[in-house]
């Protein structure tokens, strides 16, 4: 394949996953079916099987693409509040009033992560790295690249857990979004109650 060829397949990728957020933020999940998908975004069908090998996986790099999106704008910034208790309750809170703004593409999202399909676990794993890094750097107060504690570690995978079921709860129509802010504040309070607060990346170290 030819530079030029290949530049030619990223940018129809590019146009799969952006008509997959389009179907799926005005539809919803099931609206995203391949066949119209690929009229959508413009391309054969068959080009959309050679790229993805399941709404899913499209779903998934869709995802993956929102998620690096605020990793990397994450990298820049200093979140705020001056503890890691308003800090991460700050992120979660803005976090999920952004996703009710598109209900309808969360829910697509939520189900994708949790589909269980075999082909995803890569896509999958990296996703919740990225939400772990992104965490960390909210709770340290600055974008590090120092290894996590196993305790940081746990704190980060169980807020994410805590966070990621009660936003399937929202989505399922079981209760509105302040239920998941308050949730994740209820978890958040909770765990930091038992860890020392992380050192403040603005003092020298004694």
């Not at 939520?110 to 995803?120: D, F, I, K, Y």
Request: with cysteine.
């Amino acid at each position: 394949m030819t530079e030029q060829q290949d530049s030619q397949m990223d940018e129809r990728s590019q146009r799969i996953i952006a008509a997959a957020i389009e179907m799926a933020e005005k539809d919803g999940y099931d609206a995203v079916r391949l066949r119209d998908l690929a009229a959508q975004a413009g391309v054969a069908l068959g080009t959309v099987y050679r790229r993805f090998s399941c709404k899913e996986d499209i779903l998934a790099a869709a995802l993956d693409q929102q998620v690096s999106q605020m990793r990397d704008m994450m990298q820049n910034t200093q979140w705020p509040g001056d503890t890691p208790e308003q800090r991460l309750n700050s992120f979660f809170s803005r976090a999920t009033h952004t996703l009710a703004l598109r209900p309808k593409l969360a829910g697509a999202m939520l189900r994708t992560v949790a589909s269980g399909v075999p082909e995803l676990s890569e896509k999958v794993t990296r996703y919740h790295g990225r939400m772990t890094e992104i965490i960390l750097g909210v709770y340290r107060g600055a974008w590090s690249d120092e290894l996590p504690s196993e305790q940081e570690r746990i704190l980060a995978e169980l807020l994410q857990n805590v966070w990621f079921a009660a936003l399937v709860g929202w989505t399922g129509g079981l209760h509105e979004p302040e239920y998941v802010v308050t949730q994740i504040e209820n978890a958040t309070r909770m765990l930091l109650a038992g860890l020392p607060a992380p050192e403040d990346p603005e003092q020298p170290t004694q």
